[in-house]
């Protein structure tokens, strides 16, 4: 988990853990992701079931 931290925000879970600006980032960025997510599902509906 500590290397898909650092992969993926630059960043090891220690400072997530310690630090709420780093959390906040974490968690806006998670939440992006989804939203974009859901997007994609909805224009595949849409694509695949007029």
Known sequence: MEKA???AYGFGYEEY????????????HRDAEYKKSLE???ELNRKFHP
Not at 17 to 28: A, D, I, N, P, Y
């Open 5 to 7: 931290m650092y992969q």
């Open 17 to 28: 853990s310690r630090k709420l600006s780093k959390r906040l980032e974490v968690e806006q």
């Open 40 to 42: 994609i599902v909805a």
